[in-house]
């Protein structure tokens, strides 16, 4: 009896020491074996872990792929033209033990503020050594792999892998928001002014080769014109000189009738001319033309 009643206690005590002696390890987990803060033991691969009860403790580490928001940052570009970056960057713990010698108790809260400071800083150096246009442009991928690049070497003495830095956003500053599109405006109105200027400079040197080609086009066929229009009066003339060469009464004829023509298509219904004018010879009957001439001697006697 007075067996069982010591034999119990101890039996609770062996269970208690061999249940504090043992620990377990989660597959996405790695932990540190800590002996009066000092580490003796490093346990990555998942299962069972054992330690002395009492006196080591167990600290245990995230080991999957962690994320971490950045606050908002105002950085300034080679341009002056200072932009608001909002960026996140993921991160895991490469190396507890250098992790721990590095950041402490403090874990991951120290870690991650540590972290936040490198980001910030590497990003405004990457950030302020370009122009806000490449920054805006598809530069952009290529700018967060320097800023991730310039991280890792110093995330990796507290023992932090950096696996990639995005910039999620890209603003300008409250304050520079109206000055800037104000500024945007005025050079694209200025750039259009400058296209317009170039256009009716263009459309002036057309409009005055236009009107040079179609004096010059004008005057050459003016100039044919009078060409043709001599050499066709010159062939007239030597129609009508032949042709009263050959029969001058019959020209005097059809020149009469010319006469008559042109006069009946002027619409004048009046002509003040002498009785023996010769203009009415070929409309004179003969009795008429008798009479004229015996007039005409008559007259002459």
Avoid: H, W
Avoid at 268 to 289: A, C, H, I, K, T
């Amino acid at each position: 009896m007075r067996k069982s009643i010591f034999l119990l206690p101890a039996l609770v005590v062996i269970l208690i020491v061999a249940l504090s002696s043992v620990f377990i390890v989660d597959e996405r987990e790695r932990a540190l074996v800590l002996q009066f803060g000092q580490i003796v033991k490093v346990q990555e691969e998942p299962g069972l872990g054992f330690k002395l009860p009492f006196i080591q403790e167990v600290v245990n580490y995230d080991d999957r792929i962690l994320s971490r928001d950045l606050d908002p940052l105002e950085v300034t570009p080679s341009d002056d033209r200072r932009l608001v970056v909002d960026a996140f960057a993921r991160y895991r713990i490469s190396d507890v033990e250098q992790f721990r010698q590095a950041v402490g108790a403090g874990g991951l809260d120290v870690a991650s503020r540590r972290l936040d400071g490198i980001l910030r800083d590497t990003t405004r150096n990457v950030l302020g050594t370009v122009s806000s246009n490449d920054i805006l442009s598809t530069d952009r991928a290529a700018l967060m792999l320097r800023i991730r690049n310039n991280a890792i070497a110093e995330a990796r003495s507290l023992g932090l892998e950096v696996i990639d830095v995005r910039l999620k956003r890209t603003d300008l500053p409250p304050a520079n928001l109206n000055a800037t599109y104000e500024r945007m405006k005025a050079e694209r109105e200025r750039e259009a002014a400058d296209e317009i200027a170039r256009g009716n400079e263009a459309a002036q040197r057309i409009r005055a080769g236009a009107d040079r080609t179609v004096v010059e086009l004008t005057s050459d066929a003016n100039r044919q014109a009078e060409i043709t229009r001599g050499e066709a009066d010159a062939e007239r003339n030597a129609i009508f000189a032949e042709a009263f060469g050959a029969d001058p009464e019959f020209f005097e004829f059809y020149r009469s009738m010319t006469a008559y023509e042109r006069f009946a298509a002027s619409g004048r219904s009046s002509m003040v001319l002498s009785p023996d004018s010769e203009f009415f010879n070929y409309l004179q009957s003969d009795q008429g033309r008798a009479a004229n001439d015996a007039a005409a001697a008559i007259a002459g006697q």
